[in-house]
């Protein structure tokens, strides 16, 4: 008895989470934008309160993230001699990079569901190049939060982006729910 009842609570309590899963019309929307500035940013968002924070938590990883040289000469191969710096790593290391030009920031918006509240933004730091190509850090790239090495990797590390600064631009994802209604034919149980 024990056991069954065990069982039964197990599926009655991973029952919504089943359900909401398999839900037709969840859609998931993402706003990103590249920002110049927190102004530019609150103008295209109407959100200054996210664009100070997002501004904030790029300012704090822009050091970690940004392409590392060894010396100022290669830095001005890529970047313009007044935006080679000498920088400091969290770590403490130090290197000659780019100062932050940018930042990104992605919010998951509201989807109008009571129980679904807006995420806090993620935000990271965005570099530009001699020739006003954007980029960011790549995930595993030696530019990234690596701060132990990459000194010398200069731009490895970084992912040229083709997002238009100072503009929000939202993106609509469908969920679990429906890529499975299009293999089933829209039906479920038969």
């Known amino acids: ?21 398999c839900q037709k019309d969840e859609q ?8 110049t500035s927190v102004q530019a940013c609150t103008e295209a968002t109407g959100d200054p309160s996210s664009c100070r924070n997002a501004f904030a938590e790029a300012q704090r990883q822009s050091a970690d993230a940004a392409p590392k040289y060894a010396d100022k000469a290669a830095c001005e191969a890529d970047y313009k001699p ?19 030009m940018g930042f990104f920031m992605s919010q998951m918006m509201n989807s109008g569901r009571a129980g679904l509240a807006q995420q806090p933004p993620a935000a990271s730091p965005a570099y530009q190049d001699k020739n006003a190509g954007w980029a ?14 990459g000194i010398g990797a200069g731009k490895a590390g970084l992912a040229p982006v083709s ?28």
Request: charged residues 15%; glycine residues 14%; positive net charge.
């Open 1 to 21: 008895m024990k056991r069954s009842r065990t069982t039964a609570l197990l599926l009655m309590s991973a029952a919504p989470l089943l359900f909401t899963a």
């Open 28 to 35: 998931v929307q993402v706003q990103e934008g590249l920002y």
């Open 82 to 100: 007044e935006e080679c710096v000498e920088q400091r790593t969290s770590a403490g290391t130090s290197f000659i990079g780019p100062m932050m």
């Open 136 to 149: 960011r850090s790549a995930p595993g790239g030696s530019g990234g939060l690596n701060t132990a090495s």
């Open 163 to 190: 997002n238009v600064p100072n503009r929000a631009t939202t993106a609509s994802r469908a969920g679990f729910g429906s890529t499975s209604a299009r293999r089933s034919g829209g039906s479920f149980g038969g």
